[in-house]
């Protein structure tokens, strides 16, 4: 069947006039992130003011990489953060219980560069399921997200999850359409319910690029639905 462009969640926000421009611009979540070696890391002083600015306008996303169970709580606590994504090594007892105890949904981020690690991010039954490359610049391997690389799309097709589909990595106002469409085109399962963009509408780590932005949403905007073998 046909449907409307997929959402948009704009991540590695460091600043409230990018946040505010993502938010006025249609986004439907904004990400912040909690990980200090991140390029991208988010003060919790501008968070603050974020969360703030912006509480019941957007979904406040929180970002985090292993962080301890009661740090991240206190986090998503003290900013009512309305979304955790988890991009490290959590398991799903972890996933379950940072859900449980702060009441926020639960992105599980994994890298894929193989059908296998496609398949695995099956287990977690979060509220969403993000998926993003995995880095092969030996420079860029400790990071776990904005490394403007893409995965191969193709291999959504043994995506069998009904847990909506968030498509990260190295999206770009150029490929943001085409990796939608490459995407849905592997099944009805593989369909991104959002496309996430980092590194590809930045002017610098952490500082969005306002042309660039605006370009990314015109590109999904304009993204032509297809139609998917159920």
């Excluded at 979540?29 to 003060?43: D, E, H, I, L």
């Excluded at 610049?137 to 997200?145: I, K, M, N, T, V």
């Excluded at 995506?159 to 490459?182: F, K």
């Amino acid at each position: 069947m046909s449907e409307a462009s997929p959402r948009v969640k704009v991540c590695g926000i460091t600043r409230l006039q990018d946040a505010e421009l993502a938010t006025e611009l249609g986004a439907w979540a904004v990400g912040m992130v909690f990980y200090a070696p991140s390029p991208r890391a988010c003060s919790t002083t501008e968070a603050l003011r974020i969360v703030t600015d912006l509480r019941r306008k957007v979904e406040l996303c929180g970002v985090f990489v292993n962080a301890p169970l009661d740090e991240l709580v206190q986090t998503c606590d003290e900013l009512g953060l309305t979304l955790l994504q988890l991009h490290g090594d959590e398991g799903p007892a972890y996933c379950a219980e940072a859900g449980h105890r702060t009441g926020a949904k639960v992105i599980k981020a994994v890298q894929v560069a193989s059908i296998g690690e496609v398949r695995d991010v099956e287990r977690f039954h979060t509220d969403f399921h993000l998926l993003d490359a995995r880095a092969t610049a030996p420079a860029d391997r400790h990071l776990r997200g904005g490394t403007g690389e893409a995965f191969d799309w193709r291999l959504l097709a043994v995506r069998r999850s009904s847990v909506p589909l968030i498509l990260s990595g190295g999206l770009t106002p150029d490929n943001a359409a085409e990796a939608y469409r490459a995407a849905a085109a592997q099944g009805h399962r593989a369909r991104p319910f959002a496309l996430d963009t980092a590194s590809g509408t930045e002017a610098a780590p952490g500082r969005k690029d306002p042309e660039r932005l605006r370009a990314f949403f015109d590109a999904v905007r304009e993204t032509v639905p297809v139609v998917s073998p159920a």
